[in-house]
């Protein structure tokens, strides 16, 4: 059973995947901005300009190069970067892990602090303590991730400088990797020092983007919370002399948590999105960054693999969620 | 399987702990051995003879330390020996002649040959190599070494040649390091002769270059540069101010003011070969020379700059800076409203009944570029002008140039690092270029003879005869000579460059 699930949505997966491959080839060609144009000299003439468009595959029918492309993908073969002379692949699996990185521990921050502050919440429901949470709360979810970012930037780089604004790492300290995973590399290697290096130059962007997720999760969670807390089954568990800490996040709190894993899904994804813009604010060199100059510079062969790669990133999460929340229930695993 | 002890897990955590707390570094704190640059872009590649980062003005700076150019150029623009130490034409100008430098050597210890310049000049040469100038480079060919110097027939005069082996891809390569590691493997382990060697980098986070103990210019007066590449203008001024860098560049003009004036922070903010200009498309009500002249004497663009730039600008009269050499004080456009009003009743216009069209600019590419767009129609609406603001990105901008087809007026700036009138207003201005805007007969054929003229004298006059002829038939609206703001520790010692590039061998000590 599960595994016709997982079947069909991989087949959906590869669906889809095509019908962004195909949108994300035209799209780059209708809108304005030819990498050629972007490069091509004063005093260059129609010929250099006709023989540039031939060194970078430009020069062909538009369903020929699509021919050529996907034909390459599909062998995993997406290109060669036009600015960075450097094959797609290469540099997508370059850059991703410290993408990757950066989101999961943002997530992780999230839920823990989404998790604990919506608990909190329903602990101290209809006191002063739940009205200070909801209100926070919801600062926390009109201010976007950017406007967070420069925030961090302003008072823990200006004006409180305790931590490292830009960057993955310290470049003396960027030595004996094996891998892209820095973090996890260098914690399971023991280099417990540049690990620290490398978090504190992940607190601010993981901050960033993990407040707006946490305010989704608070908001989300301590609304299913406090409708589980009126459940029969809570009742009978508080007349049996539960305390309303174990009643909460023994009883209530199992029932309530499917709702906001999968919204918490949904919400992910975005904030692979949001990296987009917080990378480039603290110069962290993740696929985000990466984004942002391949689109100043119309590198078409890159945009279409990062585009890919980011539709199989949320296709993926979908498809965890999804198991997830099938997996911890059971009217859903049996549907 | 990890087997961790407790006192190995109090060990990491408190190694973790303690590397969290170390502090930053203060703006006041003293500059080491280490030069950090909070850099204002990305460096895409290592390749400085193909691709689009190879005509990419803003990163010559970081591709002038690791390699070295034919030709060298002062921070004036004056051009010196490089890899060249001499270089010239014969009688007829049919053949030139190259002398290399002797005694230099790679950065992994090989010689650097003429083979070598020869080889990078026949490659950048290529219609097919993806070099966006191979235009330039494939008017020289049948090279014959003798010894160190070099001979080579070129195809038609280039007066301009030479001044090219120091601007947008004249730079020499390693010919048997490059065809033994290929294209990529060069990405990978870049060498060059230049004063700094490659030691690590991580694209879109840093470069660290380490000094090169065997230049031939001499060694450089940091062992370690960092280039930080900080594209955000935010997170540069955070850099500096927090003392995480030891210098940035292209800062905002009020964040410049603010932070010069702070303790351990000292700025220069000189004028740079770069302009702010507005091209004029022909067509339409662009053929109306009243018009076109009323649009260049409505601006005031002393206000401009006093007002919007924090006086931090050069206003111009034709698309030489003054450090050009075609730069002519004499050539005056006047702000002079009255005139630019009558000249406009006289086409049979006015406040009431204004001339319209669109201009087109950037938004945030160049200091306050919209705005600056927005106080100029406002200033053309005074004298009866009503143009509507497009606003658009700079990829749209090339293409739409290149096919002809900007809107009648578009903002845009325009480079010119050796200053020379061919790569300022006649590539701006002649018809054949596709970067030019005004495609005319009468302008095309007084550019025209001058792209061979070989006496030098008379060809920078006769740019100076064209800058004057378009500025009185308004061809191009220039605007302004922009100035690059610096920002650095006291403890430093930073000279201008009026090119743009922040070379830190050169320009760049200790105090």
Not at chain 1, 26 to 44: E, F, K, Q, T, Y
Not at chain 2, 81 to 108: A, C, Q
Request: charged share 20%.
């Amino acid at each position: 059973m599960l595994l016709s699930v997982v079947a069909n949505r991989v087949g959906m997966a590869l669906l889809t995947l095509a019908g962004v491959a195909v949108v994300v080839f035209v799209l780059l060609r209708v809108v304005p901005g030819d990498p050629v144009a972007m490069m091509i000299s004063p005093g260059a003439g129609p010929a250099d300009i006709a023989a540039l468009k031939a060194h970078y595959g430009l020069d062909a029918p538009l369903p020929e190069q699509f021919w050529i492309w996907i034909r390459g993908v599909v062998t995993g073969d997406f290109g060669t970067s036009i600015t960075l002379h450097l094959p797609v692949t290469e540099v997508l699996a370059s850059r991703l892990p410290a993408t990757l990185e950066l989101a999961i521990l943002a997530l992780l921050v999230a839920v823990v602090f989404g998790g604990s502050f919506a608990i909190a919440g329903t602990l101290m429901r209809r006191t002063i303590g739940e009205t200070i949470i909801d209100s926070l709360n919801s600062i926390l979810l009109a201010v976007p991730d950017f406007i967070w970012a420069l925030a961090l930037v302003l008072l823990f780089a200006v004006a409180i400088p305790v931590l490292p604004l830009t960057g993955r790492i310290d470049p003396e300290l960027a030595e004996g990797f094996t891998t892209r995973f820095y973090l996890i590399e260098s914690v399971l290697t023991g280099r417990f020092a540049v690990a620290g290096d490398i978090i504190s130059h992940m607190i601010m962007p993981t901050v960033a983007l993990a407040l707006p997720l946490a305010a989704v999760i608070v908001r989300l969670l301590k609304q299913s919370l406090k409708e589980a807390m009126l459940q029969d089954y809570v009742l009978l568990a508080r007349i049996k002399g539960f305390r309303e800490l174990r009643l909460v996040l023994q009883e209530a709190l199992r029932n309530a948590v499917g709702p906001t894993l999968a919204l918490t899904g949904v919400q992910f994804t975005f904030l692979i999105g949001g990296t987009v813009i917080v990378e480039r604010i603290f110069a962290y060199p993740g696929i985000g960054n990466l984004a942002i100059d391949a689109v100043i510079n119309r590198d078409f062969p890159l945009i279409q693999g990062l585009v890919l790669l980011f539709g199989l990133i949320f296709i993926l999460i979908n498809i965890g969620v999804d198991l997830t929340v099938a997996a911890l229930n059971p009217r859903l695993r049996h549907a | 399987m990890f087997n961790i002890s407790r006192r190995q897990a109090l060990a990491a955590s408190g190694g973790l702990i303690g590397s969290l707390l170390v502090p930053q570094r203060f703006a006041t704190a003293a500059v080491g051995s280490t030069l950090n640059i909070a850099y204002n872009v990305n460096l895409p590649s290592f390749d400085p003879q193909t691709g689009p980062s190879s005509v990419n003005p803003t990163i010559q700076a970081i591709y002038r330390s690791i390699f070295d150019q034919y030709i060298g150029q002062k921070p004036n623009l004056a051009f010196e020996p490089g890899l060249l130490t001499g270089w010239g034409w014969n009688d007829d100008k049919s053949k030139v002649w190259m002398d290399v430098r002797e005694g230099v050597v790679w950065h992994d210890g090989t010689p650097f040959t003429p083979e070598d310049v020869v080889w990078s000049i026949q490659r950048k040469a290529k219609p097919d190599g993806g070099n966006p100038v191979a235009f330039i480079w494939a008017g020289i060919d049948n090279f014959k070494i003798d010894g160190k110097r070099i001979t080579a027939d070129v195809k038609q005069y280039d007066p301009v040649i030479f001044k090219w082996m120091a601007f947008l891809t004249g730079y020499v390569l390693p010919k048997a390091y490059f065809e033994k590691v290929g294209p990529q493997g060069f990405e990978k382990k870049p060498i060059g002769t230049g004063p700094y060697m490659v030691d690590a980098y991580e694209g879109n986070a840093y470069l660290r270059l380490k000094a090169n103990p065997k230049y031939w210019g001499g060694k450089p007066a940091f062992e370690t540069v960092v280039f930080k590449f900080v594209p955000d203008a935010t997170s540069r001024v955070a850099e500096i101010e927090s003392g995480s860098s030891d210098i940035t560049l292209e800062v905002p003009y009020e964040e410049y003011d603010r932070l010069k004036a702070k303790t351990g922070l000292k700025g220069v903010c000189t004028p740079i070969s770069d302009i702010g200009m507005i091209f004029i498309t022909n067509g339409g009500v662009m053929d109306d020379k009243n018009v076109r002249l009323a649009m260049t004497h409505a601006v005031d663009k002393d206000t401009i700059i006093k007002k919007l730039l924090r006086g931090y600008g050069v206003p111009i009269a034709t698309l030489e800076a003054p450090e050009y050499a075609a730069f002519d004080p004499s050539i005056k456009v006047p702000y002079d409203p009255a005139m630019a009003t009558k000249l406009l009743a006289a086409s049979g216009y006015s406040k009431e009944k204004p001339v319209k069209f669109t201009i087109q600019t950037t938004r945030g590419f160049k200091p306050k570029d919209y705005e600056m767009i927005q106080a100029i129609v406002g200033m053309w609406r005074n004298v009866g002008i009503d143009a509507n603001i497009e606003i658009y990105e700079i990829a749209k901008h090339f293409e739409l140039r290149m096919s002809h087809k900007l809107a009648p007026a578009a903002f845009y700036n325009w480079g010119n690092a050796i200053g020379d009138p061919t790569t300022s207003t006649g590539f701006a201005m002649f018809s054949k270029s596709p970067h030019s805007a005004w495609h005319s007969d009468d302008l095309d054929a007084k550019i025209g003879p001058l792209w061979g003229e070989k006496d030098e004298k008379k060809r920078i006059q006769g740019w100076k005869d064209v800058d004057k002829y378009i500025a009185e038939q308004g061809y191009v609206l220039p605007l302004l000579q922009y100035a690059q703001p610096i920002l650095y520790k006291s403890d430093l010692k930073v000279t201008p460059n009026v090119s743009g590039a922040l070379q830190p061998a050169t320009l760049v000590s200790k105090a």
